[in-house]
């Protein structure tokens, strides 16, 4: 039988087979999981934003039958580490907390104290019995205010509340104002926001006296970098702790620290020889988990007569809140390093503060460099709108093209692989460009960005950033005895589609067929070491490092069909769909021998296999990205503002993405249109509002509001994609994009449509109150 080289399995559109048990209802999730003899936990959070503790009274909670412990700050010195966040970044101050604080709180649902009982609800009626005296002290909310001399104090460790200050130069960006001829500031402030997973945080923890072991179960995004964590706190070894992350309803950053909460749940389950678990309300995630986002920017452009950039600047400052759960300049910095994308910029500066305040800590959230495309492109839109120039024209004379890439970008990465002015050239074609009158009831606006996002960090970008840790992801591929292929790798899966899309990685490399591949994910003692999912890495480290493990499979198997087969060598030979093929007269011709043949032998008849080679199927591989891959977009999207209301209607929205080689189309359009929906929502709805005296206003889903698929257009998406040079396969990554350019396409449309007024849109979300404030002269003040 002959037949052609057939297609791979990379980049076919397969669908996501993990949706049969989801869709179904049978998924397991951490509140799915049900173990005997387990207690529950609950927690005693403090209502006041700012307050030292004086006395904690637990006698009334614990009168209650059924509560077997309640453990507050002082119970558990010495018995966890506190968290230290110093790696040697200068401008970074070191910070530490404890696991529950002993002197005092820093904002409104910090914790005090740990109920544990039989069922939940006797656990929160005991919470509630914990009295708690506190000397109140004054709040500071506003990270400006954070920032001066006579502030209060966040952390009475620190001599203020200033925890980095960092500036980074290229060239000589002042030097250039004398030769400009337009010299504009712009200002951008994106708001405090939440990331509102499906499945809110939760954990169960259990300890095995006998063993001296410890397993988590919990919904976690790095079950690896967890168990590090995890073991340095509590003073055990590696091999005594298993975290295991099943399936877990959604994420986007929120699920990457190990929590105060779950490692006091550990700390509990090893003191009182019990399985105990945890499962956090809307309530507690909304007000307590993780924030994000909140950042103020300002830019300075130097531009000759044709809008050409002599230099920029940047000034971030950004609100890290009560606590340092990353190192405090990580999220700002990558905003700098990354903001220029691919517009040429010799001469470059930002300058980033970052305070903390009485709010919920701050983590990454999907795109935590979400700012960047918009200050950037709304800082050419503001030139242009200075100077007179085409926004457009701008964005092209400062493009880079084709041939200057591999560029340098003045934040110190290099950039290649990208194509924004072919991006950006068909969304205009796709969007119609043509401005639309105002007349007296609406406005209407039309706004482009472009986007350059960084997806995978590769360990020399860490190296270089001086943040411990590794950029690398390890993949481990199983030829079973009987035939069948099991593939693990150190990334958990949170809506990724992992199952699938890995199943044809290593169905592509090893030559067989991904119905015969089953996934391993998510469980420490079952996958490799591996730095998790974050960012858009997923893709191209954790599907590089198994296509080159199944490829390293794949010439194991034909070496040992070879020798099966009476050959000298394997050259002739290849695996498809599991079949050993032998090319014949210039046609692939079925061997007679399978995978399952191979199996079989190496397994149980290892004397029979070629001369030193190892008995079994197994295969290991580690892969490291290069430090920085780039992924690229153009956004275009129309808009109309209603005059009387302010109320914002997009009416058309475009992307052109170039996000490489693409596993499983499906699997891509739903993370793209997932983004832009994500962006969207958080340009016009979400925000985390705090008052004065430090307390959320907008801890519950009737007062933080998020989007419907009625707020979310149209999301048109046309392909443009050029491989990655360094990666396998030419992965390169797209997660986290769509959020990036939906912010920065939207804004810029809003103040398209506000241009013929004469203001302009500065700070986010774009509600109907601050557009109508805008349209009739009375907006609200920001910094």
């Known amino acids: 039988m002959t037949r052609d080289i057939p297609d791979g399995y990379v980049g076919r559109p397969m669908l996501r087979r993990e949706d049969g048990r989801l869709l179904q209802g049978r998924g397991r999730y951490v509140d799915d999981i049900r173990m005997p003899g387990v207690r529950h936990a609950a927690f005693v959070r403090s209502p006041h934003a700012h307050a030292r503790i004086v006395s904690i009274d637990v006698r009334a909670a614990l009168e209650l039958a059924g509560v077997h412990a309640v453990v507050t700050g002082a119970d558990l010195v010495g018995e966890v580490a506190d968290a230290v966040v110093s790696p040697p970044i200068p401008g970074l101050v070191p910070t530490r907390f404890e696991v529950l604080p002993t002197r005092k709180i820093r904002f409104q649902g910090d914790l005090v104290a740990c109920v544990i009982a039989d069922d939940r609800y006797l656990a929160e009626?005991?919470?509630?019995?914990?009295?708690?005296?506190?000397?109140?002290?004054?709040?500071?909310?506003?990270?400006?205010?954070?920032?001066?001399?006579?502030?209060?104090?966040?952390?009475?460790?620190?001599?203020?509340?200033?925890?980095?200050?960092?500036?980074?130069?290229?060239?000589?960006?002042?030097?250039?104002?004398?030769?400009?001829?337009?010299?504009?500031?712009?200002?951008?402030?994106?708001?405090?926001?939440?990331?509102?997973?499906?499945?809110?945080?939760?954990?169960?923890?259990?300890?095995?006296?006998?063993?001296?072991?410890?397993?988590?179960?919990?919904?976690?995004?790095?079950?690896?970098?967890?168990?590090?964590?995890?073991?340095?706190?509590?003073?055990?070894?590696?091999?005594?702790?298993?975290?295991?992350?099943?399936?877990?309803?959604?994420?986007?950053?929120?699920?990457?620290?190990?929590?105060?909460?779950e490692l006091i749940i550990c700390a509990l389950a090893r003191r009182l020889g019990t399985p105990i678990r945890w499962n956090e309300d809307r309530l507690e995630n909304l007000q307590a988990s993780c924030h994000a986002r909140e950042q103020w920017c300002r830019t300075r452009i130097m531009a000759d007569a044709d809008g050409r950039i002599l230099a920029l600047t940047l000034d971030i400052v950004e609100d890290f809140g009560a606590y340092c759960f990353y190192p405090a300049n990580y999220?700002?910095?990558?905003?700098?390093?990354?903001?220029?994308?691919?517009?040429?910029?010799?001469?470059?500066?930002?300058?980033?503060?970052?305070?903390?305040?009485?709010?919920?800590?701050?983590?990454?959230?999907r795109a935590p460099m979400a700012i960047a495309s918009w200050v950037m492109d709304g800082t050419l839109d503001a030139l242009a709108r200075e100077s007179g120039l085409d926004p457009i024209e701008i964005r092209r004379r400062n493009m880079l093209s084709a041939a200057q890439l591999p560029y340098d970008m003045p934040g110190g990465e290099t950039l290649l692989d990208v194509n924004i002015d072919e991006t950006m050239e068909a969304a205009l074609e796709h969007i119609g460009h043509a401005r639309l009158r105002a007349d007296a009831d609406t406005l209407h606006g039309c706004g482009i960005c472009n986007v350059v996002e960084s997806t995978t960090y590769g360990s020399r970008f860490y190296k270089n950033s001086g943040i411990g840790g590794s950029g690398h992801e390890a993949a481990r591929i199983i030829v079973e005895p009987d035939g069948t292929v099991t593939g693990s790798v150190g990334l958990a899966a949170s809506g990724h589609g992992y199952e699938t899309a890995f199943a044809q990685v290593v169905g592509d490399g090893l030559g067989v067929s991904p119905d015969g591949v089953a996934i391993r994910l998510g469980h420490t003692d079952a996958a490799p070491y591996g730095m998790g999912s974050r960012g858009g890495r997923g893709g191209t480290a954790g599907g590089g490092a198994l296509y080159e493990c199944a490829r390293m499979g794949q010439e194991h198997l034909l070496h040992i069909a070879a020798h099966m087969l009476g050959l000298n060598t394997a050259r002739n030979l290849r695996m498809i769909d599991g079949r050993v093929e032998k090319l014949v007269d210039g046609a692939w011709r079925h061997a007679g021998v399978g995978i399952a043949d191979i199996a079989r032998l190496a397994y149980f008849d290892p004397l029979a296999l070629p001369e030193g080679t190892r008995p079994g199927l197994e295969?290991?591989?580690?892969?490291?990205?290069?430090?920085?891959?780039?992924?690229?977009s153009t956004h275009a999207c129309r808009v109309v503002i209603d005059r009387h209301t302010g109320q914002l209607t997009i009416t058309d929205y475009v992307v052109?993405?170039?996000?490489?080689?693409?596993?499983?189309?499906?699997?891509?359009?739903?993370?793209?249109?997932?983004?832009?929906?994500?962006?969207?929502?958080?340009?016009?709805?979400?925000?985390?509002?705090?008052?004065?005296a430090g307390q959320n206003l907008s801890s519950t889903l009737g007062d933080y509001a998020i989007a419907t698929a009625c707020d979310i257009p149209m999301i048109r998406i046309h392909e443009k994609a050029t491989p990655g040079s360094r990666t396998p396969l030419g992965l390169k990554g797209m997660a986290e994009g769509g959020v990036m350019g939906a912010i920065g396409a939207v804004a810029n449309a809003v103040n398209d449509a506000l241009a013929p007024l004469g203001v302009r849109a500065s700070r986010l979300p774009l509600s109907p109150v601050y557009l109508h404030g805008l349209i009739h002269g009375h907006a609200i003040s920001q910094h």
């Not at 960006?173 to 939760?202: C, K, N």
């Not at 990354?338 to 903390?356: C, F, M, S």
């Not at 295969?619 to 690229?632: G, I, K, L």
Request: proline share 5%; hydrophobic share 40%.
């Open 125 to 261: 009626e005991a919470a509630e019995r914990v009295e708690v005296e506190y000397e109140i002290l004054p709040a500071v909310t506003d990270m400006f205010v954070a920032l001066a001399d006579d502030a209060p104090k966040v952390d009475d460790r620190l001599a203020s509340n200033r925890v980095v200050h960092r500036v980074h130069t290229h060239g000589r960006p002042d030097d250039q104002e004398r030769d400009a001829a337009f010299v504009v500031e712009t200002e951008f402030h994106q708001q405090r926001q939440s990331h509102v997973p499906l499945e809110t945080r939760g954990c169960i923890a259990s300890w095995d006296q006998g063993r001296e072991h410890l397993t988590l179960v919990t919904g976690s995004q790095v079950p690896h970098p967890l168990r590090t964590q995890l073991v340095r706190r509590m003073g055990l070894r590696d091999g005594q702790v298993t975290v295991e992350s099943p399936d877990v309803g959604g994420s986007f950053g929120q699920k990457i620290a190990l929590y105060r909460e």
């Open 331 to 365: 999220i700002a910095e990558v905003v700098g390093i990354i903001l220029t994308g691919q517009y040429r910029v010799d001469h470059y500066r930002y300058d980033l503060t970052v305070a903390l305040t009485n709010k919920c800590g701050v983590g990454p959230m």
């Open 619 to 632: 295969f290991y591989r580690t892969f490291d990205p290069p430090p920085m891959t780039f992924s690229n």
């Open 656 to 692: 052109v993405e170039n996000c490489g080689a693409v596993i499983n189309p499906l699997i891509v359009r739903g993370q793209q249109i997932g983004a832009v929906a994500m962006g969207i929502s958080g340009t016009v709805l979400e925000n985390m509002v705090y008052d004065a």
